[in-house]
């Protein structure tokens, strides 16, 4: 019936001549032809935002050996952490603010760390600088994260989707809960680190070794200090000392046969890096 009303008129009169329906088919031709018209240019506009969204997601860029590589502009530190898998984590302040200015700082920090991150990874090394931070960590089995986030059973890709998600967000709640502490401590206001945090996946034991050390040097090579053991804020003096500690200690040190090729390891590559090496 509506199309009757719709194709009657435009094939057998002048457009305008609908006009001379009655006053109630006119209304209703009308609302036809409004919707028609509502839906047309509802499917062009949903065509030129995903044209758009397409462009401004990925770009063909010619390098300089003119070959076209996909370019994907996607935020950088965005990949999921993965379950049983090494990390360098490290982040800063906003603006290279500093987030610590107390001792109090450093120890509250460590505090929410073990809280909030203990349960879910393993520790091999940190270091607390005035403005920065890093920690040489492993995630925990897959088995252990969905026991401690008490997940139920999904198909693969969906776990390590959920885990990762779990992951970033048990690290979003202690960057969180310490920036609000610091906030109310020295009266600011507004976010207190850079997001995202900083990620890198460690995949070798040479890589491991290297950013252990270049972790406990972190001080150092800010001129903080001459010697690795002096700065406090840093997992060197727990190894050193072999005090009460939260790190993984043992798997670290089966990279060396006793502590004094720990110390000697890490003076070398003080000296290799002072050299240029």
Same mark, same amino acid.
């Given at each position: 019936?509506?199309?009757?009303?719709?194709?009657?008129?435009?094939?057998?009169?002048?457009?305008?001549?609908?006009?001379?329906?009655?006053?109630?088919?006119?209304?209703?031709?009308?609302?036809?032809?409004?919707?028609?018209?509502?839906?047309?240019?509802?499917?062009?506009?949903?065509?030129?935002?995903?044209?758009?969204?397409?462009?401004?997601?990925?770009?063909?860029?010619?390098?300089?050996?003119?070959?076209?590589?996909?370019?994907?502009?996607?935020?950088?530190?965005?990949?999921?952490?993965?379950?049983?898998?090494?990390?360098?984590?490290?982040?800063?302040?906003? !603006?290279?603010?500093?987030?610590? *200015? #107390?001792?109090?700082?450093?120890?509250?920090?460590?505090?929410?760390?073990? /809280? %909030? &991150?203990?349960?879910?990874?393993?520790?091999?090394?940190?270091?607390?600088?005035?403005?920065?931070?890093?920690?040489?960590?492993?995630?925990?089995?897959?088995?252990?994260?969905?026991?401690?986030?008490?997940?139920?059973?999904?198909?693969?890709?969906?776990?390590?989707?959920?885990?990762?998600?779990?992951?970033?967000?048990?690290?979003?709640?202690?960057?969180?809960?310490?920036?609000?502490?610091?906030?109310?401590?020295? !009266?600011?206001?507004?976010?207190? *680190? #850079?997001?995202?945090?900083?990620?890198?996946?460690?995949?070798?034991?040479? /890589? %491991? &070794?290297?950013?252990?050390?270049?972790?406990?040097?972190?001080?150092?090579?800010?001129?903080?200090?001459?010697?690795?053991?002096?700065?406090?804020?840093?997992?060197?003096?727990?190894?050193?000392?072999?005090?009460?500690?939260?790190?993984?200690?043992?798997?670290?040190?089966?990279?060396?046969?006793?502590?004094?090729?720990?110390?000697?390891?890490?003076?070398?590559?003080?000296?290799?890096?002072?050299?240029?090496?």
């Amino acid at each position: 019936m509506v199309l009757y009303y719709v194709l009657y008129p435009v094939s057998h009169y002048r457009f305008w001549d609908f006009c001379y329906f009655e006053p109630c088919i006119r209304l209703r031709l009308a609302r036809v032809i409004f919707l028609v018209f509502y839906c047309f240019l509802g499917f062009q506009f949903t065509c030129i935002l995903k044209f758009r969204n397409y462009i401004s997601r990925y770009w063909f860029v010619r390098t300089d050996k003119c070959e076209l590589r996909k370019y994907n502009f996607m935020k950088k530190n965005t990949t999921l952490l993965k379950p049983d898998t090494i990390y360098h984590i490290y982040n800063r302040g906003i !603006d290279k603010c500093d987030i610590f *200015f #107390e001792e109090q700082n450093y120890d509250y920090f460590l505090m929410k760390y073990q /809280y %909030f &991150l203990f349960p879910v990874v393993e520790t091999y090394a940190y270091c607390l600088i005035n403005n920065h931070f890093h920690f040489l960590i492993k995630t925990k089995s897959e088995k252990e994260l969905i026991r401690k986030y008490k997940l139920c059973r999904k198909p693969l890709e969906e776990t390590e989707r959920l885990l990762g998600q779990r992951l970033g967000r048990s690290f979003a709640n202690f960057f969180n809960c310490y920036a609000q502490a610091f906030n109310k401590r020295f !009266d600011r206001t507004g976010g207190l *680190f #850079e997001t995202p945090f900083r990620r890198v996946a460690v995949n070798d034991d040479i /890589y %491991f &070794l290297t950013l252990l050390f270049y972790i406990h040097s972190n001080p150092i090579k800010h001129e903080l200090t001459d010697d690795f053991e002096s700065y406090p804020f840093s997992s060197y003096g727990e190894y050193v000392k072999n005090s009460p500690s939260f790190l993984e200690r043992d798997t670290v040190l089966e990279y060396f046969d006793d502590i004094a090729k720990f110390v000697k390891e890490h003076e070398k590559f003080i000296q290799r890096r002072s050299l240029g090496g």
